[in-house]
């Protein structure tokens, strides 16, 4: 059995490169995905201060970016994209809600984690916007997996909860 | 040195069980690939539904509410899983023990399931008794939890979700813990908590299960002393926040609970990983060299 532990010694260059990125899908991929066959039409939105407050204070969660990017499909659903930062984590994600405002499906779409403190800072995170599928920063090559301690994903729940509150105060008011 | 995969591979993540599930499938067509993967993400999901320890309506809910007063009937799944934990804990004599949830709400790890007093210390996995028709009966009130198996369980569902979609190569990622399918090796990076940064660890697994936990995840202080996420089942103390151990076997669920009887015992684990043809791979920083020593390969 091939059991053997491989230390492959690293460059200075990778010593500074986030420990973990990987790209699964990009935005366009995901819209196929969650809306095969519907049109989407773009309709983003820039939070006021009211709006941010009244999320904040239904959903709990704080609003970290006033951007609002939604799609909206023929039938009354909404595609979402989304991102959130936890302590060592940096996650952007989609979710497709149904015409009641239910969400049919989640899927992240890229996952970046640092061992340091690097993920707070923009420059940091600029390093990964507009990315696209292939093109994405990893471990080394070929290496796609790592097993460590459990990735975090607490903050993708709670990004979850804000955006149905957003849903509920922006998006599906603004149609009534 | 194996090279990169010439097939097209589709990978997806969601977040389920606590973490990020990632799930590749190779070689098929992107059609039969994502319906594929919509099984596989299914299949995690109905574990996480029968066994979170948080959720009012999960088998593991139900039990702790009420196995102590009546036989409670759980789910085949719920109940493979119990019986595995039961295995494991015989042969670890207690090393791994599921009855460690009370231990968990008592240093804030997990919430209490509900209102009752915390159950008496001394409860232990022989308290759980396994019935005919999927029953499952407490002797006395304890707090099951699960945290320490069904993960790898879940990935083990998720393979078999992608063998009945004909799919042949594949890895399953929750949250590292890992099994991949097919003829082809995937590297797979190890992070130890407390590890040089100057390596990179990897391994090259194929057809096989790797799951790795560390003390330190999830820790805090409590009581004055560093805790993490994983308790001994035997001593009930926690486990050494500053070790990591991956563990490599045939079956993710066998993977999973064996990094925590390691964790707890690496001599007392040896017996576990020759029995399951297992092999552990175990980082402490004050180890010379890099830190990492190889437990249970046959010579």
């Known amino acids: 059995m091939k059991a053997r532990l491989l230390l492959i010694p690293l460059s200075p260059l990778a010593l500074v490169a986030p420990a973990y990125a990987v790209t699964y899908l990009t935005v366009e991929q995901a819209q196929t995905l969650m809306f095969e066959g519907s049109v989407l039409t773009r309709d983003f939105r820039v939070l006021t201060p009211e709006q941010i407050q009244a999320i904040e204070s239904d959903s709990g969660v704080k609003v970290a970016n006033p951007q609002l990017n939604a799609w909206r499909d023929g039938a009354g659903g909404w595609f979402v994209l989304d991102q959130v930062i936890g302590k060592h984590e940096f996650i952007n994600y989609a979710v497709a809600l149904d015409a009641n405002g239910a969400v049919r ?6 996952y970046h984690e640092s061992y340091g403190g690097e993920v707070h800072l923009p420059a940091w995170r600029r390093q990964f916007v507009g990315k696209h599928h292939g093109s994405q920063l990893q471990l080394n090559g070929d290496i796609k997996n790592i097993s460590g301690a459990t990735l975090s994903c607490g903050h993708v729940t709670d990004g979850v909860r804000r955006l149905l509150s957003t849903y509920a105060l922006v998006l599906a008011a603004a149609e009534h | 040195m194996l090279s990169c995969s010439p097939l097209p591979s589709i990978e997806r993540a969601r977040p389920l069980l606590g973490t990020v599930v990632a799930v590749r499938v190779r070689g098929a067509a992107p059609r039969a690939a994502h319906c594929a993967i919509e099984r596989a993400f299914a299949a995690i999901s109905e574990i996480h539904q029968l066994m979170s320890f948080q959720e009012n309506t999960s088998d593991v809910s139900r039990m702790n509410r009420e196995a102590a007063h009546a036989p409670v009937t759980v789910h085949p799944h719920t109940f493979r899983v119990l019986a595995w934990a039961a295995r494991l804990a015989q042969l670890s004599e207690g090393l791994f023990d599921a009855s460690i949830g009370s231990k968990l709400v008592e240093w804030g790890v997990l919430a209490a399931p509900h209102a009752d007093a915390l159950p008496d210390p001394s409860v232990s996995f022989r308290d759980i008794e396994l019935g005919s028709a ?4 407490f002797k ?20 078999a979700a992608l063998h009945a979609c004909g799919i042949r190569s594949a ?36 057809g096989r299960a790797l799951a790795t936990s560390c003390g330190a995840s999830a820790s805090r202080f409590h009581a004055g002393n560093r805790v993490g996420c994983h308790v001994s089942g035997r001593t009930r103390q926690a486990l050494d926040t500053h070790t990591t151990v991956s563990v490599l076997a045939a079956r993710c669920v066998i ?21 399951f043809h297992a092999v552990a791979h175990v980082h402490h ?3 010379p060299g890099h830190g990492w020593r190889e437990l249970g390969a046959r010579q």
């Open chain 2, 140 to 159: 006395r009130p304890l707090w099951v939890d699960l945290g320490g198996i069904a993960k790898g369980y879940a990935v083990d569902r998720a393979v």
């Open chain 2, 134 to 137: 999927r029953q499952v009966f």
């Open chain 2, 255 to 275: 993977a999973d609970a064996l990094t925590k009887v390691v964790l707890a015992d690496e001599a007392a684990a040896l017996p576990l990983l020759h029995r």
């Open chain 1, 105 to 110: 499906q989640l899927e992240i779409l890229d």
């Open chain 2, 285 to 287: 920083p004050d180890r």
């Open chain 2, 171 to 206: 890895c399953v990622n929750a949250g590292g813990d890992l099994r991949t399918i097919g003829a082809e090796a995937e590297r797979i990076a190890l992070r130890a908590a407390e590890a040089p940064r100057d390596v990179l660890p990897t391994l090259e697994i194929q």
